[in-house]
């Protein structure tokens, strides 16, 4: 999303410096993350090597876990995809941040939603207008 509104207001606003950055998830979340990556390629490799892990807990293996066996391939990249796709989630915080000379005019965080490129226009060009008259104001 950041690219494409960055350029949409290239395109309007040329002389505009963007810049874009991460924002990071919150501990929890980023630990979550990391903790199920661990579980991921523990489980893979368990799965590409042929260990049941449930037979060390005493715990009855889930049939999920024999199909996995008998169908490595399908299973290891099933696993891999939907880990990959939890994790992604658990990182990604969505953020949207709007600043205009270090004054924050737009927070998807705040509102939780992205604005529409009409929207961040109207935004963007209040904030030049008001930006323009305080300084034709301060120059008088």
Request: aromatic share 12%.
């Amino acid at each position: 999303m950041f690219e494409e509104f960055s350029n949409l207001v290239r395109q309007r606003y040329p002389a505009v410096m963007i810049e874009g950055d991460h924002f990071p998830p919150t501990a929890l979340k980023a630990l979550g993350a990391q903790v199920l990556s661990m579980v991921k390629i523990g489980l893979l490799l368990c799965i590409v090597i042929g260990y049941n892990p449930f037979n060390m807990f005493g715990v009855p293996t889930p049939s999920i876990y024999t199909w996995a066996i008998t169908n490595k391939i399908y299973a290891c990249m099933m696993l891999f995809f939907i880990g990959n796709a939890i994790e992604g989630q658990l990182i990604s915080t969505g953020a949207f941040e709007v600043y205009f000379n270090d004054v924050p005019v737009w927070s998807k965080l705040e509102v939780g939603r992205i604005p529409s490129p009409q929207e961040l226009f109207q935004i963007l060009d209040s904030q030049f207008r008001l930006s323009s008259s305080s300084h034709s104001s301060n120059t008088l």
